[in-house]
């Protein structure tokens, strides 16, 4: 196997982008990666998108978007795992390197989910979890996470408060983040004084709708100077329908793929200088948190409400803003993450930089946690 | 990398099937690949689908069937590249075993057309195209299918009759097919009375709609006895609009996936024994013959009317049936043609057995011809 660099990045603001279609935000990112990298010469694009079908009545998206680049001829697929299309289109794309059979690899993620039809985010969704058992009740995803909010409030004695602070401290981090959606700090009176979006779940908990793509270059380690290299990369499943899990407060995805990401990159945790997990609500932010390894299970919220995961702390966590504030646009999420640890290791994250980072990890949800991608990334 | 070979392979007939979920049809296929393997111990899990989001409202197919199948924890995600989408899939499980990152891969592929809203199928096929430039006009991809078929006949001066042999003969083929949908002989008289699809495409020269699931076990070449091996996949992409194409006769996406596959293998025109294109209409079936380069362009046609194509000639083409007659359930019909390949090297083809063949190609298109996957398999 061969070591795999990023040799180049590139993403949109999270906004909603009238005036753009997912073809333009989807170049916007993949030119600024090939900027970055010096070369466009690429072998091979993956494509992540989740709701193009619903959301734009477009499949293909390989296709369309290789020739929107201009790269006629190349091999060009779209890999979609729920929102975490982006995660594991970058397993793909680095398989793909690190076996020797592409060299310059291109892994993009876009959604556009503004200009749509009222409803369709929501059903687009609701797509992730199970039609014939889960999703024909009408249910909507949020409605799946307040169960589990509820019932980890409940059985470990945890406040709202202590829940809440996790999208509390994503708006802290995502203040002077260029391309974050909500670049502005909210407070903890603020974010329960929120209607419910499905209650014990506020408005303010939920990340929301916006339009991005994020993209990044891959080439083998020793064409890049200075690059970040890819330690590992793992995808794993758990028991798809949250009736049949043992317990709904552990996402067994997320303990399989960190395993197998820890292990494979000798990486333990205590390395990791910064980290990125798939908070879509703030429950789901904290039970990230323990299932990936970081903090005993039941002990997150309480973890991130006493500064456990600020951008001092010594696990500096969702150093942008994490879906909440900086935005998650589903299928291109898993790449922001990825992009974002990247520019951290490089030094190049501006205002949200976490001082000597150099080590750091992304995790990506598909569901809820019935995929899971895990990137670990290092200084090169 | 390791060469790779088929283990086992697994398919359900095409059949309209009313009492069986896109799941009930995956586990199917999935469970007699697992039976011919004689494992089941999979690390990943390929899952090629079109339609679902349109056509169920699901996605997430790779957790979801991961979780069918029992195999929670291992690697799952779906891939999808229109009508190619099985094809394609297959080139990312190789690469998986090839590159020595996973063991044991099943690529499954799966479509359930049948019971769905009216208008959804067409509508589907459509989203194969370019929303913004052509799908939005309201034309069909059969529609688009029509425009190359009158300019191929009145460019080269071929008549109806012989574009229509493609479809005659492959219903031929399909005769004692049990997995066939539509195992029985039609003549060019009755498929030139049946209605216009789109002038000068007749009903009879179209693939229809039908449900079903394939299956294929993917290990290393050299833990699998008397199997089939993988000689090798390429996936290409081509100018994706119509209108911006030099010609609309000819699929560049179809000419580079089978330079580059024929180039890796090793293997030349005149050593495949048994070969598999990608007949959405007749006409797509003519031009794939004359872009793998069978055949000179403008000749396919009157090849086929010739009886070049047939099961005692030099070059047995969808030998099942093809997309019109064995039928064409989207995100599986490319591990249809590869399970058929498989099925004629190994010499379990039955009455469709072409006699002595050891080496096979099959061509899954995408949109109209915007992908192309090519794999050749030859005896292990």
Redesign the interface.
């Known amino acids: ?1 061969r070591r795999v660099a990023v040799a180049g990045v590139g993403l949109t603001p999270v906004r909603e982008h009238w005036e753009s ?1 997912h ?1 333009d935000l989807f170049a916007e990112a993949a030119l600024k990666a090939f900027d970055e990298a010096g070369t466009d010469e690429i072998d091979a694009l993956y494509v992540s998108s ?2 193009s ?2 959301l ?9 978007m ?3 680049l201009g ?12 929102s975490a299309s982006g995660g ?1 289109a970058f ?2 794309g680095v ?2 390197v ?4 592409n060299d310059c690899v291109l892994v993009g993620g876009v959604e556009k989910m503004s200009d749509v039809l009222p409803g369709e985010v929501t ?2 969704l ?7 058992y889960t ?1 024909y009740t009408g249910v909507t995803k949020t409605g799946l996470s307040a169960i589990i909010h509820r019932h980890y409030m409940e059985r470990f004695g945890v406040e709202a408060e202590e829940v809440a602070a996790f999208a509390v401290r994503g708006h802290e981090h995502a203040v002077g983040c260029p391309h974050a959606q909500y670049p502005f700090k909210i407070s903890v009176e603020r974010l329960l004084a929120s209607p419910m979006e499905a209650d014990p779940i506020h408005v303010l908990e939920c990340s929301s709708i916006g339009d991005g793509a994020a993209a990044v270059l891959l080439r083998p380690a020793e064409e890049v100077e200075d690059g970040v290299e890819v330690a590992s990369t ?8 949250l009736t ?1 899990r043992p317990d709904i407060l552990t996402f ?2 997320v303990r ?1 793929a960190a395993a197998r990401a820890l292990d494979a990159s000798g990486v333990s945790h205590g390395d990791i200088d910064v980290l990125e997990v798939h908070d879509d609500t703030t429950i789901t932010g904290v039970i990230s948190l323990e299932d990936l390894g970081f903090v005993e299970k039941g002990k997150g919220a309480a973890y991130v409400a006493e500064g456990g995961t600020a951008r001092g702390s010594e696990l500096p966590t969702n150093t942008f803003g994490g879906l909440k504030a900086r935005g998650n646009p589903l299928g291109a999420t898993g790449l922001y993450q990825i992009v974002e640890v990247a520019l951290q290791i490089r030094g190049d994250a501006g205002p949200c930089q976490v001082d000597g980072a150099e080590v750091g990890l992304a995790q990506s949800a ?2 809820l946690g ?2 899971c991608a895990v990137t670990v990334l290092r200084r090169g």
């Open positions: 196997m279609s073809r989740m709701g079908a619903i734009q009545r477009q499949l293909h998206l390989g296709a369309m290789a020739d929107v790269k006629r001829g190349i091999t060009a697929l779209r890999v979609e795992a729920a594991v397993h793909e398989k793909a690190a076996s020797g059979l059903s687009s609701a797509m992730s979890e199970d039609q014939e999703a793992a995808v794993a499943t758990g028991i798809y329908n049949g067994d995805s399989e598909g569901g019935s995929t």
